[in-house]
């Protein structure tokens, strides 16, 4: 039943669901906040249910606030509450109301309809999920008199995740017979045990052998859902992104078959840019879901209670950001790279040599990595060329990969080491100049980051410039800088505007 807004004292439950897109719920599933005590209604015990890919609708999320069968208190209890989405600052995102009902022990009202799984998983992925984490809040009141005094208890729930990114590379592609397999192991990066095979061969089509298609088959039965990025390396040392996408495995079927973005023929067709030296370089990027590995209650706050229903995130000031790192490792580092001791590489730009050790820059980039792991021609040479960077991009990229850090941040500089970043697969570093970007966009820039997420393919980023442009449209609609996008990317322009329609 619908409430008018109470302004009396509440109850209010602010539950952290980290790494939300890789939750294990299936259509019909739930995941379930930790249990919560309101002492001030009977001492009764609650929980939240989230149901991620829907309760019975699966283009939407369900969500629940449900009375624990084993609840001290009346058998039936009268409340009001709100269930709700916020944002990072405590904003709310999507909330129904306060509504009234009476909950008997075990049982849970709410919402099988809540929000669209589209918006909170990728048209407005970095409103709802910033850093692939949710926020879900809960406020209780009593359904008659009033709390005596606010309470407010944050707890989060942790779904671990397993990510392995390697690099495959199949020699002498243009001689590969049909139908004949190559496999690729992979281990656990925790146990070295065996965790997923990769069987590459080519299959049907027109010509024989043009289809590439992968088969894949889980060995460690714990795992049930998985979520792939193949991209291949081109000749320039750049990833080409092919193919994304999740897979399920349950207790009977532990295989799964996809194929490749590219077929055989439209790789050979350009031979020179895709398989350098006959070869077919493929970066993996696997994030294997364990499920629940974590949760608890956070805190617990008695009588003043902030307004704002945030829960606590490191913040990053505009022009320092800072990682997590050990001191010890970063000084030992930043030492090696101010001495140039024992470098065995130069990255070369067209007006400077940056020297480097191979062994760092692999350890930091799967790009770099590949390069020097691998037959690529700078396995064997002491020189990169890198013809499409600045100096001063190249000189930042290198501070971080030695010492996790950034410093004297502009716009500038964000933006060339966020093309930087993505270049060699540096994620954390572009993840970071991403967040730099949507925390400092304005009227007059964000048609230039639309169109660098866009190159990049980058949704999360994109999403997020989208949304701010929505919400300036006036001032952004009617800017030169509109006009010049509609010039060079109209079919861009467009998408964005189509989405206040969604």
Same mark, same amino acid.
């Given at each position: 039943?619908?409430?008018?807004?109470?302004?009396?004292?509440?109850?209010?439950?602010?539950?952290?669901?980290?790494?939300?897109?890789?939750?294990?719920?299936?259509?019909?599933?739930?995941?379930?906040?930790?249990?919560?005590?309101?002492?001030?209604?009977?001492?009764?015990?609650?929980?939240?249910?989230?149901?991620?890919?829907?309760?019975?609708?699966?283009?939407?999320?369900?969500?629940?606030?449900?009375?624990?069968?084993?609840?001290?208190?009346?058998?039936?209890?009268?409340?009001?509450?709100?269930?709700?989405?916020?944002?990072?600052?405590?904003?709310?995102?999507?909330?129904?109301?306060?509504?009234?009902?009476?909950?008997?022990?075990?049982?849970?009202?709410?919402?099988?309809?809540?929000?669209?799984?589209?918006?909170?998983?990728?048209?407005?992925?970095?409103?709802?999920?910033?850093?692939?984490?949710?926020?879900?809040?809960?406020?209780?009141?009593?359904?008659?008199?009033?709390?005596?005094?606010?309470?407010?208890?944050?707890?989060?729930?942790?779904?671990?995740?397993?990510?392995?990114?390697?690099?495959?590379?199949?020699?002498?592609?243009?001689?590969?017979?049909?139908?004949?397999?190559?496999?690729?192991?992979?281990?656990?990066?925790?146990?070295?045990?065996?965790?997923?095979?990769?069987?590459?061969?080519?299959?049907?089509?027109?010509?024989?052998?043009?289809?590439?298609?992968?088969?894949?088959?889980?060995?460690?039965?714990?795992?049930?859902?998985?979520?792939?990025?193949?991209?291949?390396?081109?000749?320039?040392?750049?990833?080409?992104?092919?193919?994304?996408?999740?897979?399920?495995?349950?207790?009977?079927?532990?295989?799964?078959?996809?194929?490749?973005?590219?077929?055989?023929?439209?790789?050979?067709?350009?031979?020179?840019?895709?398989?350098?030296?006959?070869?077919?370089?493929?970066?993996?990027?696997?994030?294997?879901?364990?499920?629940?590995?974590?949760?608890?209650?956070?805190?617990?706050?008695?009588?003043?209670?902030?307004?704002?229903?945030?829960?606590?995130? $490191? +913040?990053?000031?505009?022009?320092?950001? /800072?990682?997590?790192? #050990?001191?010890? @490792?970063? %000084? !030992? =580092?930043?030492?090696?790279?101010?001495?140039?001791?024992?470098?065995?590489?130069?990255?070369?730009?067209?007006?400077?040599?940056?020297?480097?050790?191979?062994?760092?820059?692999?350890?930091?980039?799967?790009?770099?990595?590949?390069?020097?792991?691998?037959?690529?021609?700078?396995?064997?040479?002491?020189?990169?060329?890198?013809?499409?960077?600045?100096?001063?991009?190249?000189?930042?990229?290198?501070?971080?990969?030695?010492?996790?850090?950034?410093?004297?941040?502009?716009?500038?500089?964000?933006?060339?080491?966020?093309?930087?970043? $993505? +270049?060699?697969?540096?994620?954390?570093? /572009?993840?970071?100049? #991403?967040?730099? @970007?949507? %925390? !400092? =966009?304005?009227?007059?820039?964000?048609?230039?980051?639309?169109?660098?997420?866009?190159?990049?393919?980058?949704?999360?980023?994109?999403?997020?410039?989208?949304?701010?442009?929505?919400?300036?449209?006036?001032?952004?609609?009617?800017?030169?800088?509109?006009?010049?996008?509609?010039?060079?990317?109209?079919?861009?322009?467009?998408?964005?505007?189509?989405?206040?329609?969604?």
């Amino acid at each position: 039943m619908a409430c008018k807004e109470s302004e009396g004292k509440c109850f209010t439950f602010l539950w952290k669901v980290e790494n939300m897109s890789f939750c294990l719920q299936k259509n019909g599933e739930r995941i379930e906040s930790p249990a919560f005590v309101v002492d001030a209604i009977e001492k009764t015990k609650w929980k939240l249910w989230l149901y991620p890919r829907g309760a019975r609708d699966g283009n939407y999320i369900g969500y629940f606030l449900n009375r624990e069968a084993d609840s001290k208190g009346a058998d039936k209890i009268e409340i009001k509450y709100e269930l709700a989405f916020i944002a990072k600052d405590g904003s709310i995102l999507v909330s129904k109301g306060i509504v009234k009902d009476t909950f008997p022990k075990g049982e849970e009202f709410g919402y099988n309809v809540f929000q669209k799984r589209e918006d909170v998983y990728i048209s407005k992925r970095s409103t709802f999920l910033p850093q692939n984490t949710l926020r879900a809040r809960c406020k209780i009141w009593k359904g008659v008199g009033e709390m005596t005094e606010d309470v407010r208890c944050t707890a989060y729930t942790r779904i671990g995740v397993e990510k392995r990114n390697f690099l495959w590379n199949v020699k002498n592609f243009s001689t590969l017979e049909s139908e004949k397999k190559f496999t690729y192991q992979m281990k656990s990066t925790e146990n070295d045990m065996p965790l997923m095979s990769v069987d590459l061969s080519l299959t049907g089509g027109l010509n024989s052998g043009e289809i590439i298609r992968f088969d894949t088959s889980l060995q460690d039965k714990t795992i049930k859902f998985s979520t792939l990025r193949l991209s291949l390396i081109d000749a320039s040392g750049n990833k080409v992104e092919c193919n994304e996408d999740g897979f399920w495995f349950d207790s009977l079927l532990k295989y799964k078959q996809f194929t490749f973005f590219f077929t055989k023929k439209k790789l050979l067709a350009k031979k020179s840019m895709y398989l350098p030296d006959d070869v077919l370089s493929l970066i993996w990027e696997w994030t294997f879901s364990k499920g629940v590995v974590l949760e608890e209650i956070e805190e617990v706050q008695y009588g003043s209670v902030n307004t704002e229903d945030n829960i606590p995130d $490191d +913040k990053n000031v505009n022009n320092e950001m /800072k990682v997590p790192f #050990s001191h010890t @490792l970063n %000084d !030992n =580092l930043k030492s090696l790279y101010d001495k140039q001791f024992l470098c065995d590489v130069k990255l070369k730009t067209n007006t400077g040599i940056f020297p480097a050790h191979k062994i760092i820059l692999s350890a930091s980039s799967s790009v770099f990595n590949a390069m020097f792991s691998s037959d690529m021609k700078e396995k064997d040479s002491d020189f990169v060329n890198i013809d499409d960077l600045s100096d001063d991009a190249v000189r930042r990229m290198l501070l971080y990969i030695y010492t996790a850090r950034m410093e004297d941040v502009t716009w500038e500089s964000a933006s060339n080491l966020y093309v930087a970043a $993505d +270049k060699y697969a540096i994620l954390s570093l /572009k993840d970071i100049c #991403s967040s730099y @970007l949507k %925390d !400092n =966009l304005s009227p007059g820039n964000a048609c230039e980051v639309l169109l660098l997420a866009d190159f990049h393919a980058d949704d999360d980023l994109k999403s997020g410039v989208q949304n701010y442009i929505l919400k300036h449209d006036t001032d952004i609609i009617n800017s030169d800088e509109w006009k010049v996008l509609m010039e060079t990317n109209g079919k861009l322009a467009a998408e964005t505007l189509c989405l206040r329609y969604k």
